[in-house]
Nanobody, 122 residues
Framework: QLQLVESGGGLVQLGGSLRLSCAAS????????IGWFRQTPGKEREEISR????????YYADSVKGRFTMSRDNAKNTMYLQMNSLKPEDTGVYYC???????????????WGQGTQVTVAS
């Protein structure tokens, strides 16, 4: 069974950077649809980025495009989210997720990490 464990969250100043990691065990990430989501106070969970299982393409939400970079290291079976030029509105709990299907990614049927808190101070 696939298990996902995030790390790398923390407190950072406006304009700073953080790199989140999501280590997978029990199944390889490579063939899966994988993504990062965040839950910010008072808002619904938002998809930040994903790598499609169908074509391997990367997708980003407009709110993070140009600032965040998602990647995957198949040898380490780990996905990453490099976050630069952080803003206070990026504050929230960040989750990694995976699913065999693009359609299942981000739903209750997929696999989720436990979440890691990111706080950006102004």
């Amino acid at each position: 069974q696939l298990q996902l464990v995030e790390s790398g969250g923390g407190l950072v100043q406006l304009g700073g950077s953080l790199r989140l990691s999501c280590a997978a065990s029990g199944y390889p990430l490579e063939p899966l649809a994988i993504g990062w989501f965040r839950q910010t106070p008072g808002k619904e969970r938002e998809e930040i980025s994903r790598i499609s299982s169908r074509d391997g393409n990367l997708y980003y939400a407009d709110s993070v495009k140009g600032r965040f970079t998602m990647s995957r290291d198949n040898a380490k079976n780990t996905m990453y989210l490099q976050m630069n030029s952080l803003k206070p509105e990026d504050t929230g709990v960040y989750y990694c997720a995976a699913d065999p299907s693009d359609y299942g990614l981000g739903t209750d049927f997929g696999s989720w990490g436990q979440g890691t808190q990111v706080t950006v101070a102004s």
